[in-house]
């Protein structure tokens, strides 16, 4: 019932269709026909009703469909298991638990919502409601410790040529960690590690990624952006993860094999930060300079006024 009352809403393509017309078709009274309406609504469907006229969908909500993704990913994929949660404190947290507790590599934990969602040190993450893709992944490859910050950067070459794909928009990279429109943040990725000194035993990978916000929070307002601010149209979350999926499976299957030295040409093209002049905070020191590259290794090089170059491994930059 659900899915012909929504067939024939589409029909209309944005003009109303008569409370007539739906109930003969539906083979139900005009009052049943309403029920159906508020039902919809309820899931977060956008239905106007004016007398006479009928009915109008005028917005559909964005769903994240996890049975969709599952049949659009490749066969074989990297993705082995999607856990999708309404709301959760953070996906990062449960990806973590999962992780101690055996999950597999290919394990995705995807959240509508979180209410602790978190950043790099200590930070908050704001995750509201079915508007963007929260979600953690669980990998157990066998790399060295000092290598997992490098699927930081595999990612968020993942997520700009998906959203490229997806959109045909173009985002760049700031090093190591964050996906920007014109200065402004739309993704932030967040890598962490089970380990002992000499062996990975998983690496948990969390991308936030702002998808159909149109507005934020002031403390965000001037430094946040969302796909569709910059789109200028709501946009599908289960397309966007798709295309982000697919680059980032068959980038993963490339690290694995050729090392991080075949990624590093294609998170080159996309970097905002390189031959720039940054400053860059790092827990020791802050130190300012020019952007002159990565190492083979995904370490920023940062060579001074000096001349000296510096090998920054972790820091926060400031173009
Ligand atoms: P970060 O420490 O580089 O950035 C955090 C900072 O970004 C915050 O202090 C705030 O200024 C800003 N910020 C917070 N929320 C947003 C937002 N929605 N859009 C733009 N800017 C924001 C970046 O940390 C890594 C974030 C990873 C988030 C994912 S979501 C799925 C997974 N689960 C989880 O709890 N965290 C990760």
Not at 57 to 80: C, I, M, N, W
Not at 174 to 203: C, S, Y
Not at 292 to 308: E, F, P, Q, S
């Amino acid at each position: 019932m659900k899915s012909t009352l929504l067939s024939l809403l589409r029909t209309g393509e944005g003009e109303f269709v008569s409370g007539e017309k739906i109930s003969d078709q539906l083979g139900c009274s005009r009052t049943a026909v309403w029920k159906h309406i508020d039902a919809l609504r309820k899931e977060g469907y956008t239905v106007e009703a004016a007398p006479k006229k009928g009915y109008r969908l005028a917005g559909e909500p964005d769903t994240l469909s996890v049975h969709q993704l599952k049949s659009r990913l490749p066969e074989p994929s990297f993705v082995k298991d999607i856990l999708h949660y309404p709301s959760i404190h953070s996906t990062q947290e449960t990806a973590h638990l999962l992780a101690s507790e055996q999950a597999e590599e290919g394990t995705i934990v995807l959240a509508d919502e979180q209410t602790k969602g978190k950043g790099r040190l200590g930070r908050q993450w704001h995750s509201p409601p079915e508007t963007g893709i929260w979600m953690s992944l669980i990998l157990r490859p066998d790399i060295e410790v000092r290598s997992a910050p490098q699927l930081t950067l595999l990612t968020a070459v993942a997520v700009v040529r998906g959203i490229k794909e997806s959109l045909g928009l173009d985002p760049e990279i700031k090093w190591p960690n964050d996906i920007l429109f014109n200065g402004r943040k739309a993704a932030g990725i967040l890598t962490e590690m089970q380990a002992e000194p000499d062996r990975v035993h998983a690496i948990i990978v969390g991308l936030g990624l702002n998808v159909n916000q149109d507005y934020f929070p002031d403390e965000l307002a001037d430094i946040a952006t969302s796909l569709r601010l910059e789109k200028g149209e709501k946009v599908s979350r289960t397309d966007v993860l798709e295309a982000i999926l697919k680059e980032w499976d068959w980038l993963y299957r490339m690290f694995l094999k050729e090392g991080f030295s075949s990624v590093k040409p294609l998170w080159e093209a996309h970097a905002l930060t390189m031959g720039k002049e940054i400053t860059a905070r790092t827990p020791r020191e802050t130190l300012k300079g020019v952007a002159v590259g990565i190492d083979d290794a995904g370490v920023l090089l940062l060579r001074t006024k000096d001349g000296k170059l510096h090998h920054i491994y972790s820091a926060d930059i400031e173009v």
